[in-house]
T-cell receptor, first 114, second 115 residues
């Protein structure tokens, strides 16, 4: 099956810990995105990558880091510098640079600070 | 600044009645507009998009949307609502910024269809 896989589905983090959220796609898509979803705020863009070894900050990149060493993978690390990390995180991908192509989303990871 | 707004937090409609979920946008240049639906604790599913051409676009599950350039709107519609349509709906707009392809979302509208 082709698609985007996010893991884990649920993640618990202690204060001061770094955690990494996995996002893997086998759709051969060039572009990948990370969004954070909070109640009543919709989706906010954290980081995006249009090609391997290149990524750009989104609107709320502080406290997060990413890498794009392989086309299929775009992991997101939530660092201890992110003061309010509890949220639902969504990864997406889309083919190529064309503006008219739709993005495909993973099923999300719910991160909770304990 | 580029933006997309969904003015209603929630829309309530009776099953069998028509529904409308509103979306307005602010984008310089030609807009590329999308609607997505989200069920609880799930990712977003693509419903439909407007790129160019006919202002009325048809999508999945009987949904359609009307692009209105003068009102900068892209409202989602369905002639007859189903209880199973109850979900969170997001409008999104894409544009080119500094050579990069950005996609931003509205805050979402919760649709509740009552039997």
């Amino acid at each position: 099956d082709g698609g985007i896989t996010q893991s884990p589905k649920y993640l618990f983090r202690k204060e001061g810990q770094n955690v990494t959220l996995s996002c893997e796609q086998n759709l051969n898509h060039d572009a990948m995105y990370w969004y954070r979803q909070d109640p009543g705020q919709g989706l906010r863009l954290i980081y995006y990558s249009q090609i391997v070894n290149d990524f750009q900050k989104g609107d709320i990149a502080e406290g997060y880091s990413v890498s794009r060493e392989k086309k299929e993978s775009f992991p997101l690390t939530v660092t201890s510098a992110q003061k309010n990390p509890t949220a639902f995180y969504l990864c997406a991908s889309k083919p190529g640079q064309a503006l008219g192509t739709e993005a495909f989303f993973g099923q999300g990871t719910r991160l909770t600070v304990v | 600044a580029q933006s997309v707004a969904q003015p209603e937090d929630q829309v309530n409609v009776a099953e069998g009645n028509p529904l409308t979920v509103k979306c307005t946008y602010s984008v310089s240049g030609n807009p590329y507009l999308f609607w997505y639906v989200q069920y609880p604790n799930r990712g977003l599913q693509f419903l439909l998009k407007y790129i160019t051409g006919d202002n009325l676009v048809k999508g999945s599950y009987g949904f359609e949307a009307e692009f209105n350039k003068s009102q900068t709107s892209f409202h989602l519609k369905k002639p007859s609502a189903l209880v199973s349509d109850s979900a969170l709906y997001f409008c999104a707009v894409r544009w080119l910024s500094g050579g990069y392809n950005k996609l931003i979302f509205g805050a979402g509208t919760r649709l509740a269809v009552h039997p």
